[in-house]
């Protein structure tokens, strides 16, 4: 026994070569393991810098697209205008050309994008002009910003020309596509390519008055997009739905000249390839990326214009989007890789060395033990370095397992607090919206109130003047029944009774628009307390009604839809103590909720049931203990479901298309009326029969209850 303890002690481990060592073998391993993970990493990480690549051209994209669709809503706007003004002289009575082609002219000079206004009534039924079949009073902007306008007989194929025709088969507002002419009414004859924004106005019969037109210039869209996409690169192109060019930056004359956009390069495919994913994808904005004809990469990001249907592009080379990112990645992965080589290499050989210094005992020992010795049981009992090492690992396992638990706690009511930020934020973000909104309205409301005072003021005294002068002239006819022939051919050139009826309806036009422009005014002030930051006692039927006379545009009749009848049934409240600009806005979401409910009604069951008639009830109250204030709202839509009725009021929430709502509105009005006036809001609605909204609000919130009546 002695001599193989002996001989056993004796053993001593042999030289390991570098290869064959646990070292090198884990030196590789934990090299291998981290490049693999460098490669992800950066495989991940340059993904994801193309991803936010592609946002950031989408974004650009966007903002370009916001600008145009504010513009073109300016545009539109305008001709609207002046298409209500049409309307509004001809119900006045009007029917003189020069005042039809001096309203062209003044709104010519006060648009800053048209080129071309003018409008054109049926031949068949001249009800605006009636002494001109082929009346089309129009003004036309030239090259150096002089506009021009003119009556008289127009050409009778202009009533047979898409400009005329095409808006009255739609029964609705259209763009047109661009076309070329040349315009021989300003001097010397100039070449005009533009594009037309064309509306039918009817008056409150539903005949139709005439066809406002409003000309674009293609050259103005395009230097409007003569920018770069995004890092001082790329270009935007404009198309129509039918691939007509309407800017072209890179070459605008190719615009000018009316090119078919698929007709530039290879670009058919690529059209081709936009307006399928527009069709079936059903997304209004994408990229997508393409191959020129000469073999460039690029990526070609696509956004529709709600306005008008038209395609704005964002071209790009894909190059410079992808390489520097491609190779700061490739650098950024060799540069990681040598780094890590080197601190891995001084690592492991530390680590190895250290091992082999702890290791060599005990492999000592368990060579001498081979062979059973008494000294077995005091070793495996023994307390050294790697046992201790094995009992703090297993404490420090315990302790890493309760600060995991304490952790994901931690990490839950971070998550929560930052839902709770996010929804703090979108709400400032709103109330923010509204406050301008109301400042807006305000400074509106302020510079209108000053000039239509002055003229509202003047009215009567001129009125009375007027009658005063009538009287001398009736005098003047009765005293001398025979005048001279002078004043006899003057009284036939004026047409003297013709123009003393006329002058009556004038005044009396006059003051119900100045009348009503008071009223607009007071509803604009009365709607513009978002400002005031302090309760007030305030009479909220005033609010209801400021925000009604807002809202009538979409109240009102319109060719395609019927009008939404309003019911007020409101009692007799007292004054409330109230923030009144939040209160206007809660009314504000509500009844523009109720109308975007009945749009379903007046789309869809206009050709259903025609018994059926939009409406929305306002009906106010005092609760029976007289402490609080009622008021319901009550619409017969297309109602809510029950599941959508349980997350009504939270944010986000929305039922909205996408672009159409934020799910701010109601979560906003409850937090309005709950939180800050300690009320209650509560929605009862039924599918198919509509839904009622109902507010109660205390009385005072300040006050003791018994200081009301």
């Known amino acids: 026994m002695g001599t193989n303890l002996l001989e056993i002690t004796q053993v001593r481990p042999e030289k390991i070569s570098l290869l064959k060592s646990v070292g090198w073998k884990l030196f590789l391993s934990v090299l291998g393991g981290t490049l693999v993970g460098l490669l992800c990493a950066s495989y991940l990480f340059y993904q994801e810098l193309v991803k936010q690549s592609k946002a950031e051209l989408l974004s650009s994209l966007e903002v370009q697209a916001e600008s145009l669709e504010g513009n073109f809503k300016s545009f539109e706007n305008t001709a609207k205008l002046v298409a209500d003004a049409a309307t509004t002289l001809h119900q006045a009575g009007e029917k003189r050309e020069f005042v039809y082609v001096d309203l062209i002219r003044r709104s010519l000079q006060t648009s800053p994008l048209g080129t071309g206004l003018g409008f054109g009534q049926p031949p068949e039924k001249r009800l605006i002009i009636p002494e001109r079949k082929y009346a089309y009073p129009f003004a036309i902007r030239d090259k150096s910003g002089k506009v021009i306008a003119k009556g008289g007989e127009s050409e009778p194929g202009d009533f047979q020309e898409s400009y005329f025709r095409d808006p009255i088969q739609a029964g609705k507002a259209i763009w047109l596509e661009p076309v070329r002419y040349k315009e021989t009414t300003v001097e010397p004859p100039q070449i005009f390519v533009s594009t037309s924004y064309t509306l039918p106005f009817y008056n409150n019969k539903k005949q139709l008055l005439g066809v406002m037109a409003l000309d674009l210039e293609l050259g103005f869209i395009s230097e409007k997009l003569s920018q770069s996409v995004m890092r001082d690169s790329g270009y935007f192109v404009l198309v129509s739905p039918k691939g007509n060019l309407i800017a072209y930056p890179p070459d605008p004359q190719l615009a000018l000249d009316l090119k078919p956009f698929p007709q530039i390069n290879n670009y058919d495919r690529l059209w081709q390839k936009i307006n399928l994913k527009l069709k079936y994808n059903q997304e209004n904005t994408g990229i997508i990326s393409w191959q020129d004809q000469e073999g460039k990469q690029e990526f070609w990001a696509y956004r529709k214009i709600s306005n008008n249907n038209w395609i704005l592009l964002a071209s790009i080379p894909k190059w410079m989007v992808i390489g520097p990112l491609l190779r700061f990645s490739i650098v950024g992965t060799l540069l990681a890789a040598m780094g890590a080589s080197a ?367």
Request: aromatic share 6%; glycine share 4%; charged share 25%.
């Open 343 to 709: 601190v891995l290499a001084a690592v492991v050989f530390l680590f190895v060395r250290n091992l082999n210094r702890r290791l060599q005992p005990i492999m000592d020992e368990c060579n001498l033990l081979a062979e059973a010795s008494p000294k077995s049981e005091e070793l495996m009992s023994r307390e050294d370095e790697i046992g201790r090492l094995t009992i703090s690992f297993y404490n420090l396992l315990g302790q890493v397992t309760v600060n995991e638990k304490r952790l994901r706690k931690e990490m839950e009511k971070s998550a929560q607090a930052y839902q709770a930020l996010q929804e703090a934020q979108a709400k400032l973000i709103q109330t923010e919206k509204m406050s301008s909104l109301g400042q807006l309205v305000a400074g509106v409301a302020h510079e209108i109130n000053n000039p239509i005072n002055f003229i509202y003021g003047n009215l009567p005294h001129a009125a009375d003047y007027t009658q005063e002068l009538l009287r001398l002239i009736e005098l003047y006819q009765e005293k001398y029944p025979n005048p001279e022939p002078e004043i006899q051919e003057l009284e036939e050139e004026i047409d003297l009774e013709f123009l003393i009826t006329d002058l009556k309806k004038i005044q009396a036009s006059m003051s119900m628009g100045a009348n009503r422009i008071r009223e607009i005014v007071l509803s604009l002030r009365n709607f513009s307390r978002f400002d005031e930051a302090e309760m007030k006692d305030v009479d909220i039927h005033e609010g209801i009604d400021s925000t009604l006379l807002i809202l009538q545009n979409r109240l009102k009749e319109t060719p395609a839809n019927f009008a939404v009848k309003v019911v007020k049934e409101y009692g007799n409240l007292p004054l409330l103590e109230c923030y009144a600009g939040q209160l206007n806005q809660v009314f504000m979401n509500i009844l523009t909720n109720a109308i975007d409910a009945l749009d379903k009604f007046r789309s869809k069951e206009k050709e259903e049931n025609q018994n059926l008639v939009p409406t929305i009830i306002i009906h106010s109250e005092l609760s029976e203990d007289k402490s609080r204030a009622v008021v319901k709202i009550k619409d017969n839509g297309c109602g809510i479901s029950d599941e959508n009725q349980t997350k009504l009021f939270d944010p986000f929430f929305t039922t909205k298309p996408v672009g159409k709502g934020t799910g701010l509105g109601l979560s906003i009005c409850y937090q309005i009326i709950v939180d800050k006036h300690k009320g209650d809001l509560r929605c009862v609605s039924e599918v198919g029969k509509g839904t009622e909204f109902s507010i109660e609000i205390p009385v005072y919130q300040t006050k003791p209850i018994s200081k009301i009546f």
